[in-house]
């Protein structure tokens, strides 16, 4: 029988055996030590075995993820034999990561090839974070240096949109199509007062922190005003570089033009080009050609720049041109404080006209 306290040891072979004329007994028999057993060095095999492809794994995403995203071009329209080319970049959806550093590989291809002649940037975008902006803009500004840029608005080149169509610089054309929206000219950073709803149902914030300001923007008490003046001297500074780059960038517009444009307002493309805002209005091809024109190539070869699929936006299920993971991020990362030259009243959803 097995009585308490002498339950069989871990490692040893137990039989439990029975008999018509007494109860169940158990017999123990002395056997392997588990530690030497086979299943142990079976499951040491698998788990040695399971490290060490983990390991390689690592080391293989690793290299994978730190390298910059390769470019390539496929061909678009004019003169497929000639080497002179025209390269179009996109810019969709919201100006972060990972579109940003994307775009900045782009243009860094367009600016090394001695065959690319000039670049047309499209731009079909809400705006996003103001860093972000301002990196593509600084690239841009690099770019224009060595060959002229045009740039093309699609749906919405809105806020860090229209921030970014400023690498143009003065001698780039900016183009509209008929039905874009442009402007939105100013700075936000997304806030929620939860202070009443807290207060109804009996919850209270008592966070510990270093300094007075370290909670400034938290949802669940109203903003004091030394945390209101703190913060739109931030957002100020920002706003007065959007509107120095207009200046610089734009012969139609002078910084006063400039302010009274800033209300945060969306402009149809007939009062943006009224305004000095943009240069024309047409298509994709207008824009081409008129870059073509301006370059004076009888003939040109049309490319248009991708980035590569990355592992992470196979897993993520997001396309290159579209980078819908960054849309999900921008909600993931609401609770966060960024500032953002964008059109929304939610960040990551952008608003687009509808018919």
Do not use: C
């Amino acid at each position: 029988m097995l009585l308490p306290g002498h339950l069989p040891q871990f490692g040893t072979e137990t039989t439990f055996t029975m008999s018509t004329t007494s109860s169940p007994t158990v017999v123990v028999h002395a056997g392997k030590s588990f530690w030497k057993s086979w299943a142990f060095r079976g499951m040491a095999i698998i788990l040695g075995f399971s490290v060490l492809l983990n390991m390689g794994l690592y080391a293989t995403f690793r290299d994978y993820f730190a390298r910059s995203p390769e470019v390539s071009e496929r061909f678009l329209s004019g003169n497929s034999s000639t080497t002179q080319r025209i390269a179009v970049l996109r810019v969709s959806g919201t100006i972060m990561p990972p579109l940003t550093e994307r775009i900045i590989r782009q243009i860094e291809v367009a600016a090394e090839d001695e065959r690319v002649k000039g670049v047309l940037l499209t731009i079909d975008s809400p705006g996003g974070l103001v860093a972000d902006s301002h990196q593509i803009y600084h690239a841009l500004e690099k770019l224009r240096e060595k060959k002229p840029i045009s740039i093309q608005m699609k749906r919405l080149a809105a806020s860090g949109g229209y921030y970014i169509a400023m690498g143009a610089g003065t001698k780039g054309q900016i183009f509209a199509e008929p039905t874009t929206w442009t402007g939105s000219i100013g700075v936000i950073i997304p806030r929620y007062d939860m202070s009443a709803l807290v207060e109804k149902i009996g919850i209270s914030s008592d966070p510990l922190k270093t300094g007075e300001f370290k909670d400034a923007l938290s949802p669940f008490h109203p903003l004091t005003e030394a945390e209101r003046k703190v913060w739109e001297e931030i957002l100020n500074q920002s706003f007065e570089q959007f509107i120095e780059l207009i200046d610089t960038n734009r012969d139609t517009l002078d910084r006063e033009q400039a302010r009274k444009l800033a209300t945060g307002q969306i402009y149809t493309a007939r009062d943006a080009r009224a305004n000095g805002m943009i240069d024309e209005i047409g298509f994709e091809e207008d824009a081409l050609a008129a870059l073509q024109k301006s370059l004076k190539l009888d003939q040109v070869r049309v490319v248009e720049y991708r980035s590569q699929p990355q592992l992470v936006d196979l897993l993520l299920g997001s396309k290159t041109e579209n980078v819908t993971a960054a849309q999900w991020q921008a909600l993931v990362d609401a609770t966060t404080p960024r500032a953002m030259f964008l059109f929304s009243w939610l960040p990551g959803l952008p608003q687009s006209p509808a018919l």
